[in-house]
Structures are given as C-alpha cells and as structure tokens.
C-alpha cells in the first residue's frame, strides 16, 4: 500500500509543508517570531479507517510516541467493525519520517491513511456559538429521516459535530450534536422547524442545550393519570357510579385546559357522591402502568434518581402506585370519605397546576437538588406549570396545549423513551436491567 502514493495526494504534498523546529534556546524574540511562523504553517490530520482490530490504535500512538510528535487531539469511532481513528498532530522537522512510519505500520495492518493538512489555529468544540442536542426518536430512522435532520440543521445554519445511534440494534435513536453560531433565538426557530417536520414524518424530536447538567438530572416527578398510569381514575369511579358519560366529558375539557381545574374536579368529585370506598378502591388493585415506565424507573434509580407521582387525581390510587414503582413520593388529592361512602368532596388543599408547581420545587429543596437538575413528565394542560417549573419538561402523549408548550415531547412509544432524551444508549439502559436491583 505504501507504494500506491496517489492513493494519497495530500501525504505527498504535506511532507514538504512541515517546518523545521525552532532552536532550542532561541532568544525571545527570535522564539516569539517562529512561534508567529509556526502558527501559520499546517498541522496534519491523520486518519486510520479499515477493519477493526485489537492493537491498531497502540501501534499508531507506538509511533508518535517513538518520534516524540506532539499529540493535540484524537477521536475514534467504531461502526460495524470498521475503524475511523483520527487524531491531529503537530508538525516537527522529523515529520516525514514518523508519516512514513505511520503509513507503512497502517499498511502492515490493513489500513488506509490519509494525511490532511489544517489551520494552525486551536479550535475549541463548539468555540464560537452554543452545543445543542438534537435527538430523534421513532420505529423507523432511515436515510430519509437522517437527511431531513441534516438539511434542517444546515438550513439554519448548525454544523454537525457528531452523530451516534442511541438504539441498540435498529435505528430507532440517534443524538447528533450541533453547534449553533447565533445560540438561542436560532435554536428557537431550529426547534420549531423541526418540531413540525418530525411531526409530518412520524419521529419524536428534541433539541436541548447541551452541556453536563444535561446529563446530571437527579429528580423525576411524573403525573399519574395518563402518564404513568393508561387512565384517568376518576373516569373510572364515575363508571363504577353509572356517571361515566357526564364525568369523562368534563375531565377531557380539563385536561385540554378549556376549564379551569379545580372548579372541574369538585365538580366531578361530587358526581361521585354516594360511591361506597370499597368499590372506589378496586380502582387501585389493578393499575394500567404504562409501557416502560417500570424499566425507566429501574434505570433511574440505578443512577441515583430521587422520583415523586405528583397527581391531580386521587391518594389512594397514587400511593399504591407509589409502592409498586418503589417512587419516594407520591401527592395527590383525598376523597372525603365518612360512613364508608364518598361525600363528594375533598379534604384539604387542591392539588391542581399551580400546586403540582410548588410541590416539585418542594421535593428539590429538601432534597437538595437544584432546579436545573429537574425533570417533570405529564399529559394535560394542569401539568403546564409542573413542566415550566422543571429543568426539563417532557410533555408524554400529550394534549396538544401542553405539547406545543412543553420543552419536548414524547408522542410515540413507552415511557422509556425519556431516557434517550438523557442521553441514555439502549446499551446502557440493558446494562442496569441485566444487574440484580440493590
Ligand atoms: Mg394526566
């Protein structure tokens, strides 16, 4: 290989680019001029793609480190079993040397190499604009989904840093990182562009500010009906009263946000005046937790998460769920209750949107967690301050009023999915399940 030099254009013509080194104890002036020279002439990137194997990047670092080349960064990748090492050096008189080395060790291990030369100039990730994360989520990413991405990205002017599946086999997550030059009006009209797009095409999407804290939340408080559970529970006390009709009607407009909340629900709770507690109860034996929720839980607790149900409905359904998905807290409204039959009334404060509010910055607090470190789930309009409250408000099979507010959403699929918003891989997510819990 090593004698296919036109495989290698670049190679040939960089060999002449590199500069000789300064003398050692130049004087300052004379040091600060070949500092000026050397900052205009070419540094090289170097990559390494063929077959993967065990040793590869070694015997590449074994040469640099034999030549003493000073290493300024390096990257490499996987995909399928084949190989993308790349890394960037700095030139020295003894360059063409260690690239013939390398081009020859390459060429022994069944590798292609390739010499570009770049800018001198240091570019940090993402040094004039801001990190976002783009992560789309569906059945079925294909090209077409890859390439909407891109050229929405690059109508708005991000450039693409990076792209990694987040899925396990199939494409059903891929996280790309771009870097927007102008920060967050254009991440503004960025999301909107492709909020509407991934709705067309039938694929979840978010774009989040990326950074540690994104990937350092600490509490999750969810809604329960709906969200964690597949049903609003008063709709099914109203069935076991024979007012399902009547009382259904008015919990969709609520939760719609065209009535207000606390004036529906007492109107809704004194429907079911007369319902004795035992039958109210059976309601709660027999919970229609939602796909994946318990999975995602496991995988939070597993990294430390503090969790909390915060519900509009009722206690005595949210403290069982609260013992079935071992959740620390769980808040919700009391059904008066007295002679063994519901009175039509509730006991004490109205958990309704406000509240749900206060009671997640309350769980922060005394947990100690900052509210960045947040994240709120919900499906009704009543979670709209709930998830403005929380550092990340995910809007899950949501009413349209709360999706078009929310920071994301998550239309498709089992609540797991919140945790490729985390940035959580499938990879990683099977790893915790495979360990017996603590
Ligand atoms: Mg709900």
């Known amino acids: 290989m090593s004698e296919n030099r036109p495989l290698y254009p670049a190679f040939l013509e960089l060999r002449g680019k590199f500069p000789r080194r300064p003398p050692e104890k130049a004087p300052k002036a004379a040091m600060k001029r070949s500092m000026r020279e050397k900052s205009a002439q070419a540094r090289a990137v ?31 990748v996987v995909l399928s079993g084949w190989l993308t090492l790349c890394f960037l050096i ?10 013939g080395d390398l081009e020859r060790r390459a060429a022994e291990l069944g590798m292609s190499l390739r010499v570009d030369a770049v800018e001198s100039r240091v570019r940090g990730v993402c040094a004039e604009g801001t990190r ?37 086999s199939a494409l059903t997550s891929l ?39 994104r990937r350092a939340k600490r509490l999750i408080v969810f809604d329960m009906d709906s969200t964690l559970i597949q049903m609003e529970c008063i709709d099914e ?27 529906s629900l007492r109107e809704r709770v004194g429907l079911l005046k007369g319902l004795s507690e035992a039958r109210a109860l059976t309601i709660a034996d027999d919970l229609p937790i939602t796909e994946g ?33 071992k959740l620390d807290y769980a808040y919700a409204n009391e059904l008066e209750i007295r002679d063994g039959v519901l009175t039509g009334g509730l006991v004490g404060e109205i958990i309704g949107p406000v509240r749900k509010a206060a009671l997640l910055r309350e769980i922060a607090e005394r947990e100690g967690i900052a509210p960045h470190q947040t994240i709120a789930v919900g499906d009704g309009a009543n979670d709209l301050p709930m998830l403005e409250a929380a550092g990340l408000g995910i809007a899950y099979h949501a009413k349209p009023k709360l999706k078009a507010a929310a920071d994301t959403s998550v239309s498709r699929g089992g609540l797991d999915r919140i945790l490729y918003l985390l940035g959580i891989t499938e990879d990683e997510r099977a790893e915790i399940l495979a360990e017996p819990e603590r």
């Not at 590869?56 to 390096?74: F, G, K, N, V, Y």
């Not at 700095?90 to 690239?99: I, M």
């Not at 991405?149 to 792209?163: M, T, V």
């Not at 496991?298 to 009722?314: D, E, K, P």
């Open 237 to 263: 006390l109203a069935r076991l009263h024979g007012a399902v009709d009547r009382v259904a009607d008015i919990t969709a407009r609520a939760m719609a946000g065209e009535l207000d909340f606390e004036a």
């Open 132 to 168: 976002y994360a783009v992560t789309a989520i569906g059945e079925n990413l294909g090209a077409r989904t890859v390439h909407l991405l891109s050229q929405l990205l690059a109508e708005h002017g991000a450039n693409i840093e990076k792209i990694r599946r987040l899925s396990r």
């Open 175 to 213: 996280e790309v990182l771009a870097c927007l030059p102008e920060g967050e009006e254009q991440a503004r009209r960025l999301r909107a562009a492709l909020v509407q797009a991934a709705g067309e095409a039938d694929f979840d999407i978010a774009l989040q500010r990326e950074r540690l804290t």
């Open 90 to 99: 700095e030139p020295t008189d003894a360059s063409s040397a260690l690239l």
């Open 293 to 325: 929720a318990e999975e995602m839980l496991r995988v939070l607790r597993a990294l430390g998460f503090r969790t909390a149900v915060i519900s509009g409905g009722f206690t005595f359904a949210a403290e069982k769920l609260k013992e079935r998905l």
């Open 46 to 76: 170097i990559t390494v793609h063929g077959p993967d194997d065990v040793g590869i990047t070694a015997a590449m670092m074994e040469i640099l480190s034999e030549h003493r080349a000073s290493l300024i960064d390096i990257e490499q």
